[in-house]
């Protein structure tokens, strides 16, 4: 697995600065708070759909992913970015790639939590906490769209890399 060679410095490109991560933290109860009903309802939207159904099979992996989805979540919201985080983000792209997951597929499930993220923030919070708050959840959840992405797409270079012309594959959507 590639690690990626200074999470600080991203985290300075996405502006997750103290303030960012003070805004994170405070919001993290209230996200822990209804975060089994957003997971619940991300894998009941993608199941609606013929192509997100393949990929996940039976339904009856959907608890064991759910706790590994919640469990992600928030560890990205804890904003320790610690090694545990950046391995965690790295690997799911990997798992992702090797899934053959599309990345039409793939950025839907970012931008379903991302929306769940803002609408919960809203309903929540008041006053001029909010739009520092929306903010800090657009730079986490891209933090970790890129980590999972960036490890995504370098899988995909290597297999390009490796593979005889006519053998390279088209990601599909
Ligand atoms: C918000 C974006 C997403 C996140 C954070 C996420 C997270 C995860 C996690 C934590 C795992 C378990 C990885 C492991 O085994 O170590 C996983 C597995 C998987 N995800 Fe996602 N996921 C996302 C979106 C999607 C979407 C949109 C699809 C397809 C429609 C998808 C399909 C899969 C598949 C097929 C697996 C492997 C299942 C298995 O091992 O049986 N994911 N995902």
């Not at 469990?71 to 985080?85: I, T």
């Not at 798992?95 to 997951?101: E, F, G, L």
């Amino acid at each position: 697995m590639e690690k990626v060679p200074n999470i600080e410095g991203r985290l300075r490109l996405l502006g997750i600065d103290m303030s960012a991560r003070m805004d994170a933290k405070r919001f993290l109860p209230v996200f822990e708070a209804h975060v089994d009903r957003i997971v619940a309802h991300f894998y009941d939207h993608m199941y609606s759909f013929a192509e997100a159904r393949r990929l996940f099979g039976d339904p009856q992996n959907v608890s064991r992913l759910s706790e590994r989805q919640k469990q992600h979540w928030l560890r990205l919201f804890s904003c320790r970015f610690d090694a545990e985080y950046v391995r965690g983000a790295l690997h799911i792209g990997e798992v992702h790639y090797a899934r053959r997951v599309p990345p039409y597929l793939y950025l839907a499930g970012y931008n379903f939590f991302h929306c769940e993220l803002i609408r919960l923030a809203s309903a929540t919070i008041t006053g001029i906490e909010v739009p520092p708050l929306l903010a800090a959840i657009t730079r986490l959840v891209t933090l970790d769209m890129d980590l999972a992405l960036s490890a995504y797409t370098r899988e995909h270079w290597r297999a390009v890399a490796s593979a005889p012309e006519d053998k390279v594959e088209v990601l599909s959507g």
